[in-house]
């Protein structure tokens, strides 16, 4: 979403015209725009937390052995 774009979607809508502003925001990304990936465990015994490695790719062998390649 566009920096200037970001209050509006913010407001409340409380009226008819706040809410078919934000319905037009709403658009999805295309998917060159996105790419999926695993990452580290947030929590539990081995999670990394809320860091930037968080954000990290990581490839989990049990997965990926029982799974093969969705990615």
Known sequence: ?????????????????DQELIQELAQPYSETELEAYTVRRLRGKEA???????QERYSY???????????
């Open 48 to 54: 990394v937390g809320n860091s930037p490695v968080a």
């Open 1 to 17: 979403m566009p920096k200037h774009l970001e209050l509006e979607w913010l407001k409340p809508g409380d009226t008819q015209a």
């Open 61 to 71: 062998v049990d997965l990926e052995q029982s799974q093969g390649n969705l990615f």
